[in-house]
Structure formats: C-alpha cells, structure tokens
C-alpha cells in the first residue's frame, strides 16, 4: 500500500474527501467528476470486489490491516491515514465508520441492454430522498430483483448517503437511467414487460391476487412519496396494484412499500414454480415412495 500520513488537512490531494456535507455541491460533482464515495470498510470492500477502481482512500489507522488485502491489485492508490478528529475536521462530520473511498464512477448501463437480461425489474419514478434510493437497492439484493431503472429525476444511488444505506447493494445490483417516459413507455411494452403501477387508485388490484398469476416479465413501478407517480407514468403502466391497508393508514414508505412487493413477487413466483404444469400428472405419495426405491 502507498500509506500517506496526513500533515496538512488543506493538502490538494485530499480534495476527493471535502465538503461531503454540502449536498448541492456533491450532487453536481460527483458524476462531472466520475467519482463516488464508498463508505465503511464493508462497502469499499464491495466495490472492489465487484471491479470498481479507486481512486484514494481516507481512514484511521486501525483498519489498514483489513483493508490492504483488497489493494494488492492497487499498489499506487495513495492510502491517507489520520486520527479521527483529522478526519473528522476533514470531511465535516463523524467518520465512525473509521474509512472511506473515492472510487472511478463505473460507465452508465444501456437500460435496453438491462431490460433484455432481466426478467424482475424495479422502477423508481424521480425519488429525491438518497436514503429511500439505497433502502430499495438494499431490498431488491436481497429479494431478488435482476435490477433497478430509474427515472431521470431520481436521485443518484451513488450519492454517499444511498451508498451507505444499501450496505453497498448499489454496487451488486444492476441499474440504469430510463429516458423520458415517451421513450421508456414503449420500450417497456417492445421488450414484453408488464409495467405495474403502485398507486391508489379504484382500479388498483390487490397485491395478494396479483402475484397469483405473474406475466413472464415484469416491472414494479413505486413514485416519489406525497406526489406519487406522475400521469406520464401512470399512463405507461399496463396494470395498477395497491398494498390494502388496515387502521385508517393510506400508504407506507415507498422503500417499505417496494420491499413488500419484492417479496410478495418472489413468493408469487416460487409458488408458480412449485405448481405442476397444465396436463402433467400429479404423482401420489406411492409412487413417489416407489421411486424413491426403485
């Protein structure tokens, strides 16, 4: 590892890991630039391991140990290690995660390329929060989803926050950029997805029965919290689902919301895995015995 004792707070080098705070500011700078940061050694861990490169890294000295194996591969990526209160007065707030990555931002995904590879896909439509960006990524690895498309109002998944709140998911599941929705809407429909809207409406199905039969391909559209999917989107969309509600409540959060659909999906989907195909014979328990024997 090149380790770099950090002296001077001020030094140049170290512009990578500035105003984090200033949310306007890292917003236009991280994509101009084509960096992101990959925080706690967990997700730099996951970043690497996935082929991001990086581009310097900022810690204390205490996770150097467990860190410097993954840069075997980077011998020249400077390491700048400090106290924490160096780091603290650096980045502008609490690194209790103790370490930190400014790492190459990975060229953008062609969503057409990503819809023909995938089957079960995840749609946001212009979420600003980075928190409820990262908390759905963090759901769909973990409940499948092949990958993510994103309006072009939707809030960066590479934005620290979104990084860190998916415990570096952002990194594992694919996504891409749709464009405006008179082109995604048609491509959505060309490529043979269903496009499924979460809204409340009187037509809205009832999850619970919509997973009982699920088309071949999929896509699970969730909108902005308070404003909810615009009309473009909704007009897009085939069909419309709702999550019932008890206790007078209208909705949930829409990464609690899009988790909830994620598993009932999966479920839908294991369930019609495990139903025998129209006309095949249903064995009896004798003759699965006697196979077994056989």
Same mark, same amino acid.
Request: aromatic share 6%; hydrophobic share 45%.
């Given at each position: 590892?090149?380790?770099?004792?950090?002296?001077?707070?001020?030094?140049?080098?170290?512009?990578?890991?500035?105003?984090?705070?200033?949310?306007?500011?890292?917003?236009?700078?991280?994509?101009?630039? /084509?960096?992101?940061?990959?925080?706690?050694?967990?997700?730099?861990?996951?970043?690497?391991?996935?082929?991001?490169?990086?581009?310097?890294?900022?810690?204390?000295?205490?996770?150097?140990?467990?860190?410097?194996?993954?840069?075997?591969?980077?011998?020249?990526?400077?390491?700048?290690?400090?106290?924490?209160?160096?780091?603290?007065?650096?980045? /502008?707030?609490?690194?209790?995660?103790?370490?930190?990555?400014?790492?190459?931002?990975?060229?953008?995904?062609?969503?057409?390329?990503?819809?023909?590879?995938?089957?079960?896909?995840?749609?946001?439509?212009?979420?600003?929060?980075?928190?409820?960006?990262?908390?759905?990524?963090?759901?769909?690895?973990?409940?499948?989803?092949?990958?993510?498309?994103?309006?072009?109002?939707?809030?960066?998944?590479?934005?620290?926050?979104?990084?860190?709140?998916?415990?570096?998911?952002?990194?594992?599941?694919?996504?891409?950029?749709?464009?405006?929705?008179?082109?995604? &809407?048609?491509?959505?429909?060309?490529?043979?997805?269903?496009?499924?809207?979460?809204?409340?409406?009187?037509?809205?199905?009832?999850?619970?029965?919509?997973?009982?039969?699920?088309?071949?391909?999929?896509?699970?559209?969730?909108?902005?919290? &308070?404003?909810?999917?615009?009309?473009?989107?909704?007009?897009?969309?085939?069909?419309?689902?709702?999550?019932?509600?008890?206790? /007078?409540?209208?909705?949930?959060?829409?990464?609690?919301?899009?988790?909830?659909?994620?598993?009932?999906?999966?479920?839908?989907?294991?369930?019609?895995?495990?139903?025998?195909?129209?006309?095949?014979?249903?064995?009896?328990?004798?003759?699965?015995?006697?196979?077994?024997?056989?």
């Amino acid at each position: 590892m090149r380790i770099v004792h950090i002296d001077d707070i001020a030094a140049p080098e170290l512009a990578d890991f500035t105003q984090l705070t200033d949310v306007a500011l890292r917003r236009v700078r991280e994509p101009a630039e /084509g960096l992101y940061l990959a925080e706690s050694p967990k997700v730099i861990e996951r970043a690497l391991r996935v082929g991001h490169r990086p581009r310097a890294l900022l810690m204390v000295a205490e996770w150097l140990e467990r860190v410097g194996p993954l840069l075997e591969a980077y011998p020249d990526v400077p390491v700048y290690v400090g106290k924490p209160e160096q780091l603290e007065q650096l980045t /502008g707030f609490n690194m209790h995660r103790g370490a930190i990555a400014s790492m190459h931002r990975p060229a953008p995904l062609d969503p057409a390329e990503l819809l023909r590879a995938s089957s079960r896909v995840v749609v946001l439509e212009d979420l600003a929060d980075h928190t409820n960006v990262g908390a759905v990524f963090r759901s769909a690895a973990a409940l499948g989803a092949d990958a993510v498309l994103l309006t072009p109002g939707c809030a960066d998944p590479l934005y620290r926050r979104a990084v860190r709140v998916s415990m570096g998911a952002v990194l594992q599941v694919p996504w891409a950029r749709l464009p405006d929705w008179r082109e995604a &809407g048609p491509l959505f429909r060309e490529l043979g997805y269903d496009l499924t809207a979460f809204a409340l409406r009187d037509d809205a199905e009832d999850l619970a029965e919509f997973v009982e039969d699920l088309p071949d391909r999929l896509a699970i559209m969730f909108g902005t919290e &308070g404003p909810g999917l615009s009309r473009r989107a909704l007009a897009s969309s085939a069909r419309t689902v709702l999550i019932p509600m008890e206790h /007078g409540v209208d909705s949930l959060n829409v990464a609690t919301a899009a988790a909830l659909a994620m598993w009932a999906v999966r479920t839908g989907d294991q369930r019609a895995r495990r139903r025998p195909a129209a006309g095949a014979e249903v064995a009896t328990p004798a003759r699965l015995h006697h196979g077994a024997t056989a």
